[in-house]
């Protein structure tokens, strides 16, 4: 059987290769992490599907690289509009596969999906351009061209979300791709592929393979014939990619993990400080943006812990399609027992949990209660590796300089969060984080104009307006003399 229906949508379970479905003779089986639905036998991509891939997306690609940013961008339009006019089946698929809260795929991640096509199409055609500039009379012209096959691997989180901020800009550029979603969750990227058959986009231009990362996405990211690599994910398959990619020198654009801090002031408005702090459970802590360090002020530390605590015990726990739930379920029983795993350790060692630190038990199956790790011992686990669930630490400071310290004392550099009532002294300490995004009295503000990636581990290059061509597109630079010309 090749379709699965969800949410009343008809949804192939076979890969998206040159406009046909392909099945694999190995498949596996998914399932939804809210009740352990069968959600099919999904096609297990290996060596040969990877190849075919790659290769639709190469014969593809000079007739949509010749098209130009408008022609490419009335398609890429359209598709916006099919994402928005299939939001509902959209967001109920996403939350069956990945456990998200229905509410936020209906509101806020598909309407974003839409946006991400929209953005990068409309940004192609009317921003991307660089003033000319002279040299000794000399024009600087300045250009983005395609250039080629970019694969695409993303994680399960965000699957469409984060899928689409790399499709859009990619196929805006000129290029064609081949995108590897995530094995958990393969179900969205399998509509969106038909979304773009209807859009009118040219078979080939937009691949999907399904299957592992060690199987069909190694053989993707090692192939000569491509042009372009973006993850998505963690550290360590961002290291084995970037041996695959070695070999052939293919750039590589990587958004990988985070342990932010989110810094509350003495002077900060501590309500708001702990409704920040407690949005930080959101998607049951599945955020690579997460602020999963709270480091306090030592004088607001107890007036903040109890303002925190109040509002995170009222935080609902159950199925993400209840309108009233604020945490789903974990992704999957291997990443539930990961996320149980850290937290087993910490008690081992004697750390505090002061709330949660266990399953939901009256909720069965992958729900893990809110936990939060009062004052961990500095480098211990809990507190310096991604747990990637819902486990906050908090952590009191004394100054600025140890607050800084602790806020960037961590291998990682992808966001922070910042609590304070004082603008000159907020801009002292953003001034000194280091971060690729930082939040001040806010979080989770994205503008797809602003630059967003990783400092230190959490990544290589920036994504969003430019910066996303920037990679995209090869960058070219030709300089016309003002001498020589017959006219
Ligand atoms: P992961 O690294 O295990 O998997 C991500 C993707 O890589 C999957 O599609 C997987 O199949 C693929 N993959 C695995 N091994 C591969 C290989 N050898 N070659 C090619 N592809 C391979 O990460 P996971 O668990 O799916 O996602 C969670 C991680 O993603 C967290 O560490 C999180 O911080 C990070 N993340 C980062 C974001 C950012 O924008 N910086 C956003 C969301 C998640
Ligand atoms: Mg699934």
Redesign the pocket.
């Known amino acids: 059987m090749s379709f699965i229906e969800v949410a009343g949508a008809k949804i192939d379970t076979r890969h998206y290769i040159g406009g046909q479905r392909v099945a694999s003779s190995q498949t596996y089986t998914n399932t939804s992490p809210i009740d352990g639905t069968f959600l099919g036998e999904i096609s297990r991509g290996g060596e040969v599907e990877a190849n075919e891939a790659v290769a639709a997306a190469k014969r593809a690609f000079p007739a949509w690289s010749a098209l130009g940013p408008a022609k490419r961008g009335e398609l890429l339009l359209r598709l916006a509009e099919l994402v928005e006019e299939n939001i509902e089946t959209l967001a109920q698929l996403e939350t069956m596969d990945n456990g998200s809260l229905l509410r936020s795929h209906r509101r806020g991640v598909m309407p974003r999906v839409a946006l991400n096509i929209r953005f990068f199409a409309e940004w192609a055609i009317n921003e991307l351009k660089h003033e000319s500039f002279e040299t000794r009379g000399h024009t600087n012209n300045i250009s983005w061209d395609p250039s080629g096959v970019a694969v695409l691997?993303?994680?399960?989180?965000?699957p469409l979300m984060?899928a689409t901020w790399k499709i859009g800009p990619a196929l805006a550029s000129g290029d064609t791709v081949v995108l590897?979603?995530?094995?958990?969750t393969p179900l969205s990227a399998s509509f969106f592929a038909d979304l773009t058959k209807q859009a009118g986009i040219p078979d080939g231009v937009f691949n999907v393979v399904q299957?592992?990362?060690?199987e069909v996405?190694?053989v993707?990211?090692a192939h000569p014939d491509i042009a372009r690599i973006s993850?998505?994910?963690?550290?360590?398959?961002?290291k084995?990619?970037a041996h695959?990619a070695a070999d052939n020198l293919t750039p590589c654009s990587f958004?990988?993990?985070?342990k932010s801090p989110l810094l509350v002031f003495a002077d900060a408005d501590l309500d708001l400080a702990a409704e920040l702090a407690v949005e930080q459970y959101d998607n049951a802590g599945?955020?690579?943006?997460s602020g999963t360090r709270i480091l306090v002020h030592e004088d607001v530390a107890d007036a903040f812990a109890e303002k925190f605590r109040e509002r995170a015990l009222k935080l609902k726990q159950g199925d993400p399609r209840d309108p009233e739930t604020d945490i789903g379920p974990q992704i999957h029983q291997v990443?539930f027992d990961r996320i149980k795993g850290f937290v087993d350790r910490a008690k081992a060692e004697g750390q505090e949990i002061v709330m949660g630190g266990e399953p939901n038990d009256e909720l069965g199956g992958l729900f893990f209660k809110p936990t939060l790790v009062k004052n961990p011992t500095p480098g211990s686990e809990i507190v310096t590796a991604?747990v990637?669930g819902p486990v906050l630490c908090m952590q009191t400071f004394k100054t600025d300089t140890e607050a800084l310290e602790m806020a960037n004392g961590t291998e990682f550099g992808?966001a922070a969060v910042v609590v304070s009532g004082d603008r000159d002294h907020a801009k002292r300490i953003t001034d000194e984080l280091v971060a690729g995004t930082i939040w001040v009295n806010c979080f989770f503000v994205r503008d797809l104009r602003a630059p967003?990636?990783?400092s230190k581990k959490?990544?290589v290059g920036r994504e969003g307006g430019n910066w996303s061509f920037d990679f995209y597109a090869d960058v070219k630079n030709t300089v016309v003399s003002p001498n020589g010309w017959k006219e």
């Open positions: 691997i993303t994680p399960w989180n965000a984060l590897k979603p995530a094995e958990w299957g592992f990362g060690r996405g190694a993707l990211t993850f998505t994910g963690s550290v360590p398959t961002a084995v990619i695959a958004e990988l993990g985070g599945q955020v690579c943006l990443h991604e990637f992808l967003f990636g990783g959490s990544g």
